[in-house]
């Protein structure tokens, strides 16, 4: 009997590991870490809306960033050999409507209850939810698919990643500085390089399955060099930010470093960069973790 075909016969607990693996388990920090991050910070306090806020950003919005993306990719994903695991499922048809249904029914509470708890004295922090929501649906349904406009696709992903931060710090009220603004911008650099060396692995596959992307335009290695140069621009934006905030430049070194073998990458070779993808995801938690202390250090600093 098939992995599938237990599944009919009503296991849920298979149901649920299939509907969590398309939301990304891997990626779910990339998320809510910034909400978290921009509305403790910035607000000072621990209270009902950080911890809605926090659990939103966490599951149900990367299951409907991911699970759409996984329905949606479903013809592509089987032309692609790392589709199947961590780095996207290869749902089943059958799982399909489960899955939507799933993204929208567990969102749902949670918009609801962080309009109920923060009100509307900040409108521009629920504009930028909805332009947060419109990116995750935009960037793959059919009628939209931003993933197959080349740049598009790059910017579309970044703002999947910056537009929790934004969010935070507009519901709270915070204050625009150019520091600030560097900040954000370092941060939509680097979500734009992440996603482009991301796409430097599927330049073939994407290709047969006749969709479009920055690397598919680009080709392969001059995709990784435009990626390298997107994490150094973010690097040293990042040193016009306020203190301690320049030591996190620092953190666009092993992006850079982790890039720099696929430099030259062919195109009929691009599916090793995979390699160097996999690295990429864990080094994200190494970075978290420094940034994590810095802003531990940023709110230390600005209480005493």
């Known amino acids: 009997m098939t992995e599938v075909q237990r599944g009919r016969l009503g296991s849920?607990?298979?149901?649920?590991?299939q509907v969590l693996l398309s939301s990304r388990p891997l990626s779910w920090?990339?998320?809510?870490?910034?909400?978290?991050?921009?509305?403790?910070?910035?607000?000072?306090?621990?209270?009902a809306l950080l911890i809605v806020g926090t659990v939103f950003f966490l599951i149900p919005y990367n299951l409907l960033m991911y699970g759409i993306n996984d329905v949606f990719?479903?013809?592509?994903?089987?032309?692609?050999?790392?589709?199947?695991?961590?780095?996207?499922?290869?749902?089943?048809?059958?799982?399909?409507?489960l899955v939507l249904r799933s993204g929208v029914i567990s969102a749902a509470p949670f918009l609801v209850a962080m309009v109920v708890l923060a009100?509307?004295?900040h409108p521009f922090a629920w504009l930028v939810l909805a332009v947060s929501l419109f990116a995750v649906v935009a960037y793959s349904v059919p009628g939209l698919r931003f993933k197959e406009v080349p740049f598009l696709?790059?910017?579309?992903?970044?703002?999947h990643f910056v537009s929790p931060a934004v969010f935070g710090l507009a519901v709270v009220g915070a204050t625009v500085t150019p520091s600030?603004?560097?900040l954000l911008v370092a941060f939509f650099f680097w979500g734009m390089a992440s996603h482009a060396f991301g796409a430097v692995q599927d330049v073939c596959?994407?290709?047969?399955?006749?969709?479009?992307?920055?690397?598919?335009?680009?080709g392969a290695a001059r995709t990784v060099r435009f990626a390298m140069a997107l994490w150094a621009l973010a690097g040293l934006l990042m040193l016009l930010t306020a203190w301690p905030g320049p030591l996190a430049a620092v953190l666009a070194v092993p992006y850079i470093?982790?890039?720099?073998p696929w430099r030259r990458v062919s195109d009929e070779r691009s599916a090793e960069a995979n390699r160097g993808w996999k690295r990429f995801l864990w080094l994200n938690y190494v970075s978290g973790f420094v940034v994590t202390l810095l802003l531990i250090a940023t709110a230390w600093q600005g209480s005493v």
Not at 12 to 17: E, N, P, V
Not at 29 to 41: E, R, W
Not at 73 to 97: M, W
């Open 153 to 159: 696709d790059s910017i579309t992903s970044s703002t």
């Open 29 to 47: 920090i990339n998320t809510a870490f910034p909400f978290a991050a921009a509305y403790l910070v910035t607000s000072g306090r621990i209270d």
């Open 12 to 17: 849920a607990g298979w149901l649920t590991r």
């Open 180 to 182: 600030l603004v560097a």
């Open 119 to 121: 009100g509307w004295q």
């Open 205 to 218: 596959p994407d290709r047969e399955a006749g969709i479009g992307s920055i690397a598919t335009v680009l």
């Open 73 to 97: 990719d479903y013809e592509s994903d089987l032309r692609n050999p790392r589709k199947g695991g961590a780095e996207g499922a290869l749902l089943d048809p059958r799982l399909h409507r």
């Open 257 to 260: 470093v982790t890039a720099f």
